[in-house]
């Protein structure tokens, strides 16, 4: 098990540490500790769970805000997901399914049940070690009946079979004598958000001797999980059910000095594996890959595959260990969230890790989170893309849905790409992903060379989506277009006239779209035809879309100081900010009512900043510095997307304490004990705004969408001796190395390719 020596020799560095339990931090802690492979994905609850924190009650979560709604508190939250396996909520639309929770291990002596809140618990520590994605968890019980164990837990989601987790327990007895009751199981006794998608569980032992739970959900998902336990002395084991927990229970006398391991293995498959086969055969199959290799070998493989995974992911920042952890938990996360073989599914706005936000898909995805994969695992970034190809057929309906042609994203997507928000205001008027989806795959061709991309997919996206846009626009007295009724980034203002974000975000999608064309028409005849023949494209399309393109009004120009937000911006009713919003610690939103927001001039995110942050060539330094200073007082940072692009602009104006401020919020917004950030999930968008704000703001990477080799402009903080990390970039690797005093990019000759 090896636990010792990490005790010992834990790497400040690396690990993310709870040294004290406590009732109110469980959940943060639960959120924060999620392991995952891209398969599958589990928060980091204990294994014996929480006494009171049931998780199958029932309650009829309605549609909100969900940046302000106020989350249910229950101490514990399970979590157990797989991107994909989704179902049907009477009011919330589609969402991702919390499924029955595998890592079930119970300890009973004399009648106790180990609990952190009941039982006399001592020199509790637990950690998740991001090197290698194990969460480890150590502690002295001593029970009422006068047996002292120390306990030692280690487990992990296999990186390397990705359908196994594996669990071990070490018992040690320090003093007295007792017989140790133990219990490993699967408990489908679980609700998504307090609403039961298992229309059936069924649990068996097969004659191969290892236990299984079959569930099938309301969304048609067959879901097949096994398990086999085994310990180092003889345990005779007994298959037991309660209600839809089943399990082995075993017993042993433990007298002082003696020691146990149990271990316990799970394969997990669905019906919606991309694999041949029934769905025992396969689950069989994976748990026998236990039973052969065995837990050293297992654990091996695994880490092999992380140390590989943050060889060209890993960034270290000398002088400053705060930002360093920090860094790395959200690279974790990142790398952990993401399905890289699986185009599809994307990453969901809570990473996995909660139900908060459905396990839905948002413009986070190609925004946040794409610059870290294309520049750190490019196949995993062509995934991302292709997941919006792939539901390609679902923006189409979308589209037709308000009467319009071409393809319409989602706002909220799941799996099938059709619109799953709840709430009108975003689900109709927040339409600048459609145009954020083109930037990103375009994006990703130029960091990455992929021109193929574009002729067999990119192409589709963009000439369906710029159907929708010519006629989701209208022209005014002057003949010009326009954009009406349009919520920006900031969605505090629901219905403005001309966004700027969403108005260059249209123009540059359609102006891409014709230079594409064009130039394949002019180089490859007959790849022109087919993309003709198969997209029913017409001249009258091309110049169609040209003439839109050019005459989309811009509300700015090279003479405007303080870029507007939208052509009404300046219509909106002034704040006393200080008067309404009382206490800073809580979000904006919470003090002033819904009606008097949406006409007022309060942003709840960046919405200019992100504009500029995306297009800085359209833009001076003069017009950055004055509409950053314009913006950030009446910005209220209530969405966890917006602190990172605050904090990248002010580095790159040079105003390094005001970066500094923002980068500590972009840290505590998931890794802050005391606000508890996690409890409900990662916020996985803020985690690629953290590496954004290292590698964009104060590394000052040029943006691959617009330099076509590496140039950097760095500004480090006064305390960071040095910063370093690797780049992919159109096919090759660098390395980057950066100090108070200068810069050095070179050539990694060891490639591996992402």
């Given at each position: 098990?090896?636990?010792?020596?990490?005790?010992?020799?834990?790497?400040?560095?690396?690990?993310?540490?709870?040294?004290?339990?406590?009732?109110?931090?469980?959940?943060?802690?639960?959120?924060?500790?999620?392991?995952?492979?891209?398969?599958?994905?589990?928060?980091?609850?204990?294994?014996?769970?929480?006494?009171?924190?049931?998780?199958?009650?029932?309650?009829?979560?309605?549609?909100?805000?969900?940046?302000?709604?106020?989350?249910?508190?229950?101490?514990?939250?399970?979590?157990?997901?797989?991107?994909?396996?989704?179902?049907?909520?009477?009011?919330?639309?589609?969402?991702?399914?919390?499924?029955?929770?595998?890592?079930?291990?119970?300890?009973?002596?004399?009648?106790?049940?180990?609990?952190?809140?009941?039982?006399?618990?001592?020199?509790?520590?637990?950690?998740?070690?991001?090197?290698?994605?194990?969460?480890?968890?150590?502690?002295?019980?001593?029970?009422?009946?006068?047996?002292?164990?120390?306990?030692?837990?280690?487990?992990?989601?296999?990186?390397?079979?990705?359908?196994?987790?594996?669990?071990?327990?070490?018992?040690?007895?320090?003093?007295?004598?007792?017989?140790?009751?133990?219990?490993?199981?699967?408990?489908?006794?679980?609700?998504?958000?307090?609403?039961?998608h298992f229309r059936e569980v069924l649990t068996a032992e097969p004659e191969t001797g290892c236990i299984s739970a079959e569930t099938l959900t309301d969304g048609g998902d067959r879901i097949l999980m096994l398990y086999s336990v085994k310990a180092s002395q003889n345990i005779l084991w007994s298959r037991q059910q309660k209600g839809q927990n089943v399990f082995y229970s075993g017993s042993k006398l433990l007298k002082a000095g003696d020691c146990l391991e149990v271990q316990k293995a799970v394969s997990v498959v669905t019906g919606r594996d991309n694999e041949a086969g029934e769905l025992l055969e396969r689950g069989l199959k994976y748990l026998r890959a236990f039973d052969a290799n065995g837990w050293e070998k297992l654990y091996e493989n695994h880490a092999k595959v992380w140390s590989e995974k943050w060889k060209f992911s890993d960034i270290k920042i000398t002088g400053d260990f705060e930002a360093q952890l920090a860094l790395r938990t959200s690279i974790y996360h990142l790398i952990r969230s993401n399905c890289e073989n699986d185009p599809r599914v994307a990453i969901c706005a809570k990473g996995y890790a909660g139900e908060a936000y459905f396990g839905r898909y948002f413009w986070d995805t190609e925004i946040n989170m794409l610059p870290f994969f294309i520049h750190s695992n490019p196949k995993a970034a062509r995934n991302l893309i292709m997941f919006r190809y792939n539901t390609l057929e679902g923006a189409r309906k979308n589209a037709g849905a308000y009467g319009y042609q071409?393809?319409?994203?989602?706002?909220?997507?799941?799996?099938?790409?059709?619109?799953?928000?709840?709430?009108?205001?975003?689900?109709?008027?927040?339409?600048?992903?459609?145009?954020?989806?083109?930037?990103?795959?375009?994006?990703?061709?130029?960091?990455?060379?992929?021109?193929?991309?574009?002729?067999?997919?990119?192409?589709?996206?963009?000439?369906?989506?710029?159907?929708?846009?010519?006629?989701?626009?209208?022209?005014?007295?002057?003949?010009?277009?326009?954009?009406?009724?349009?919520?920006?980034?900031?969605?505090?203002?629901?219905?403005?006239?001309?966004?700027?974000?969403?108005?260059?975000?249209?123009?540059?999608?359609?102006?891409?779209?014709?230079?594409?064309?064009?130039?394949?028409?002019?180089?490859?005849?007959?790849?022109?035809?087919?993309?003709?023949?198969?997209?029913?494209?017409?001249?009258?399309?091309?110049?169609?879309?040209?003439?839109?393109?050019?005459?989309?009004?811009?509300?700015?120009?090279?003479?405007?100081?303080?870029?507007?937000?939208?052509?009404?911006?300046?219509?909106?009713?002034?704040?006393?900010?200080?008067?309404?919003?009382?206490?800073?610690?809580?979000?904006?939103?919470?003090?002033?009512?819904?009606?008097?927001?949406?006409?007022?001039?309060?942003?709840?995110?960046?919405?200019?900043?992100?504009?500029?942050?995306?297009?800085?060539?359209?833009?001076?330094?003069?017009?950055?510095?004055?509409?950053?200073?314009?913006?950030?007082?009446?910005?209220?940072?209530?969405?966890?997307?917006?602190?990172?692009?605050?904090?990248?602009?002010?580095?790159?104006?040079?105003?390094?304490?005001?970066?500094?401020?923002?980068?500590?919020?972009?840290?505590?917004?998931?890794?802050?004990?005391?606000?508890?950030?996690?409890?409900?999930?990662?916020?996985?968008?803020?985690?690629?705004?953290?590496?954004?704000?290292?590698?964009?703001?104060?590394?000052?990477?040029?943006?691959?969408?617009?330099?076509?080799?590496?140039?950097?402009?760095?500004?480090?903080?006064?305390?960071?001796?040095?910063?370093?990390?690797?780049?992919?970039?159109?096919?090759?690797?660098?390395?980057?190395?950066?100090?108070?005093?200068?810069?050095?990019?070179?050539?990694?000759?060891?490639?591996?390719?992402?």
């Open positions: 098990m090896n636990t010792g020596k990490q005790l010992l020799d834990i790497d400040e560095l690396w690990c993310i540490k709870e040294d004290r339990f406590s009732g109110e931090t469980t959940k943060h802690y639960e959120g924060l500790f999620t392991q995952g492979n891209g398969y599958m994905h589990v928060r980091g609850s204990f294994e014996e769970g929480l006494e009171g924190a049931a998780q199958d009650e029932e309650y009829l979560r309605m549609p909100a805000n969900v940046t302000l709604e106020k989350p249910r508190h229950p101490e514990s939250k399970w979590g157990t997901f797989i991107p994909g396996v989704v179902g049907k909520h009477p009011l919330l639309k589609e969402e991702i399914i919390n499924l029955p929770y595998f890592l079930s291990m119970n300890l009973v002596i004399a009648g106790e049940k180990l609990d952190m809140k009941l039982s006399n618990v001592k020199e509790y520590r637990r950690w998740l070690d991001l090197r290698n994605g194990c969460l480890y968890r150590t502690l002295i019980w001593e029970t009422k009946a006068g047996l002292s164990l120390r306990l030692t837990y280690m487990r992990f989601i296999s990186m390397s079979h990705e359908h196994l987790c594996l669990q071990q327990l070490g018992i040690e007895a320090l003093s007295g004598q007792g017989v140790v009751d133990i219990a490993c199981g699967i408990d489908a006794g679980v609700r998504t958000n307090g609403y039961n071409g393809a319409r994203y989602a706002w909220e997507s799941s799996v099938s790409g059709e619109e799953q928000c709840p709430c009108w205001q975003y689900a109709d008027h927040e339409i600048h992903i459609t145009a954020d989806i083109v930037y990103a795959l375009c994006h990703y061709v130029n960091g990455t060379g992929d021109l193929e991309f574009i002729w067999n997919h990119g192409i589709d996206i963009m000439v369906e989506t710029a159907r929708y846009w010519v006629e989701r626009v209208d022209i005014n007295k002057n003949g010009y277009y326009e954009l009406l009724g349009v919520m920006g980034p900031d969605e505090y203002l629901p219905m403005t006239r001309n966004n700027a974000f969403t108005n260059r975000m249209v123009k540059f999608s359609l102006e891409k779209t014709v230079e594409y064309l064009e130039t394949v028409r002019k180089q490859d005849a007959n790849k022109y035809r087919d993309i003709e023949k198969r997209l029913a494209l017409t001249p009258e399309d091309l110049v169609r879309f040209k003439d839109v393109g050019e005459k989309l009004k811009i509300p700015f120009d090279a003479n405007t100081r303080i870029i507007p937000q939208s052509e009404d911006f300046q219509d909106y009713a002034d704040l006393d900010f200080d008067t309404i919003w009382k206490d800073r610690t809580r979000p904006f939103g919470h003090f002033i009512s819904q009606e008097r927001n949406y006409r007022s001039k309060a942003l709840k995110q960046a919405d200019v900043l992100q504009l500029i942050m995306l297009y800085p060539e359209d833009f001076t330094r003069e017009q950055l510095s004055a509409s950053y200073d314009y913006y950030e007082p009446i910005t209220t940072h209530d969405s966890s997307l917006s602190a990172s692009v605050y904090g990248i602009t002010a580095a790159w104006l040079g105003r390094l304490e005001e970066a500094g401020k923002f980068l500590k919020k972009v840290m505590e917004t998931d890794m802050s004990i005391e606000k508890k950030g996690a409890a409900e999930g990662i916020h996985i968008a803020n985690c690629g705004g953290l590496w954004q704000m290292i590698v964009y703001g104060f590394a000052g990477l040029k943006s691959a969408m617009w330099c076509s080799e590496i140039r950097l402009e760095p500004h480090l903080p006064e305390k960071w001796e040095k910063l370093e990390f690797t780049l992919a970039w159109h096919g090759k690797w660098y390395k980057a190395a950066i100090t108070q005093e200068k810069y050095e990019i070179f050539e990694m000759q060891d490639q591996l390719e992402a």
